[in-house]
């Protein structure tokens, strides 16, 4: 097995990973900046108020995305099998 072909799997799959996250990761950011602020402009320094809202984005994303998110690691995973006869030969 080269090594020019594990780098590609390897860096294949971290792509596939951070597409994965970037929803609710993105979705928790935005939600973070808008309570923070809100809590600067009310001057509510409740630590715990952000908690609930983050998660109800990450919930939300997760229902939206699913599809999305199926089809690609489905997508990878075919590939990934697909491409064991070129690995064996290797």
Sequence with gaps: MENEFVIEVISQAI???????APMLIGALLVGILVSIFQAVTQINEQTLSFIPKILVIVAA???FSPWMM?????????????IPEIVRR
């Design 15 to 21: 792509k596939v990973t951070l597409m994965m996250s």
């Design 62 to 64: 997760l229902v939206i």
């Design 71 to 83: 089809e690609t690691i489905v997508t990878y995973t075919r590939d990934l099998f697909i491409s």
